[in-house]
């Protein structure tokens, strides 16, 4: 059995060049490579392209890099996780391209494979498809989107053998196994290094073929940024609770279901072990289950798709961000609930840009969206300023076409049935009068 050579974090980093396309593991500070890359951060390795689903946190991370001013791009999905990023997009310091989570993963996985690119439904029709090449596979538009490869992968695992076989904890998996696989050079941050043969071959997810040097570094509270405890919300309102309750209504014993941020992230503490709902995470992870009651971060528990620590239930599993989407564009998630800035007539959602701001937050938004069985759409039923968020079409850049099945506001419930925008319901102590006067949209009235 071959030995993988073990080195600092220092030669480590002294073999990324300049100009290097540089991939990085991790979801948020979740298994992060966090020790490479602060190393990488206090040389003079410059105009890297850093390909990630975010740029860490600020000072954390990738965003130490970013604030050297080593990277001038970076490719992610959700760049809005570090402010430090968005300045240096707005800015144009550093040049960007977003991509839908799941697109992001497949693309990494595809690119690791040897597959010159593939064809998605999701983004079709969005801002982030201009450009690209379409076309009608079974009657449906895909999208084609090219494989993605580094000159080197920095990624963490929790345990690794000799032989560089890797072992991932929770949901650190989320990047990390495929970009284990894409690059001319892999660097495996890892928690512990044991004898080859200590590793039971069932428990290794990447084998050592794909691993070239091996780093041995102990993850500490502070390298985990926001991730490190629970955070206590803050009190809800009753509008929103009751918008998280009419959502709750709708699904059943056995249902797989998808929370977005935001009210939707309510539902979770409605959900009791009974219900048989299956919480699923597009960070890696099927069987969610609430906060933990002490406290604890991710040093000692999975963490969700808001970077929140959270608990396992029994039967509960974990996997990657590739399989993880798999799972959405495949059909087995059965109920997304969202947030949302605008719903039209047609079913279409607008959910993760508004106008005058970059666009550097997508997420796995439009994966869900597109992919769900049944997408419910939760929001205020105007803004603010009593601008209508149900209006005729939507106005704000799409996240997906068509694919609204529920709307619930504070106001009001609406359908689709045939299509067609319908009022169901009414919210507690709501008039029809009040609903009629709040909507832009028309819609048809069948209310039991």
């Known amino acids: 059995m071959k030995q993988v050579p073990q080195i600092t974090v220092e030669e480590a980093a002294a073999l990324v060049k300049d100009g290097d396309v540089l991939l990085g593991g991790g979801f948020g500070m979740t298994g992060n490579p966090v020790h490479l890359l602060h190393a990488l951060a206090k040389t003079q390795t410059k105009n890297l392209t850093f390909i990630g689903n975010n740029v860490g946190e600020p000072n954390l991370g990738g965003g130490k890099l970013l604030l050297n001013g080593q990277i001038s791009k970076m490719i992610g999905s959700f760049f809005t ?12 310091e550093v040049e960007y391209e977003l991509l839908p989570q799941g697109t992001l993963a497949e693309a990494i996985r595809a690119g690791g494979a040897g597959i010159g690119g593939f064809y998605t439904p999701t983004s079709t029709g969005t801002l982030i498809a201009k450009g690209r090449d379409t ?7 895909q999208v084609f989107i090219e494989g993605i490869r580094g000159n080197v992968a920095f990624i963490r695992a929790w345990k690794a053998d000799t032989a560089g076989n890797l072992t991932y904890r929770m949901t650190e998996q989320n990047f ?15 928690e512990e290094i044991v004898p080859v043969g200590e590793i039971d071959p069932n428990f290794i997810h990447t084998p050592g073929c794909f691993v070239d040097y091996l780093v041995e570094a102990k993850v500490s509270l502070e390298d985990l940024g926001s991730s490190a405890s629970v955070n206590r919300g803050k009190k809800v309102s009753e509008s929103r609770m009751q918008m998280a309750k009419r959502a709750f209504a709708e699904l059943k014993n056995g249902d797989v279901v998808n929370l977005g941020i935001g009210i939707p992230t309510l539902v979770a503490d409605l959900i009791k072990p009974e219900d048989g709902i299956i919480l699923h995470t597009e960070n890696g992870m099927l069987g969610v289950g609430p906060a933990p009651e002490d406290g604890g971060g991710a040093m000692d528990y999975p963490v969700n798709a808001g970077k929140i620590p959270v608990t396992a239930l029994k039967g509960s599993s974990y996997f990657d961000s590739a399989d993880s989407f798999a799972m959405i564009r495949g059909g087995h998630v059965d109920v997304a609930i969202m947030g949302g800035l605008e719903v039209d007539e047609k079913g279409n959602l607008a959910n993760w840009a508004v106008p005058g701001k970059p666009l550097l937050g997508v997420g796995g938004a439009m994966d869900l969206a597109s992919g769900a069985k049944k997408l419910i759409v939760t929001l205020t039923h105007a803004d603010p300023d009593g601008t209508s968020k149900v209006v005729p079409t939507c106005t704000l850049p799409l996240t997906a076409e068509g694919v609204v099945d529920l709307v619930i506001t504070d106001l009001a419930v609406f359908a689709y049935p045939e299509g067609k925008l319908t009022l169901i319901e009414l919210m507690p102590n709501v008039t029809i009068e009040e609903v ?7 819609f048809i009235e069948k209310l039991s």
Do not use: C, Y
């Open 176 to 190: 990390n196994r495929a970009m284990a696989t894409a690059a001319d050079l892999v660097i495996a941050e890892v």
């Open 135 to 141: 076309k009608i596979i079974n009657g449906q538009e």
């Open 81 to 92: 996780s570090n402010p430090d990023a968005v300045k240096a997009a707005q800015s144009g």
């Open 436 to 442: 009629r006067a709040k909507t832009a949209a028309q």
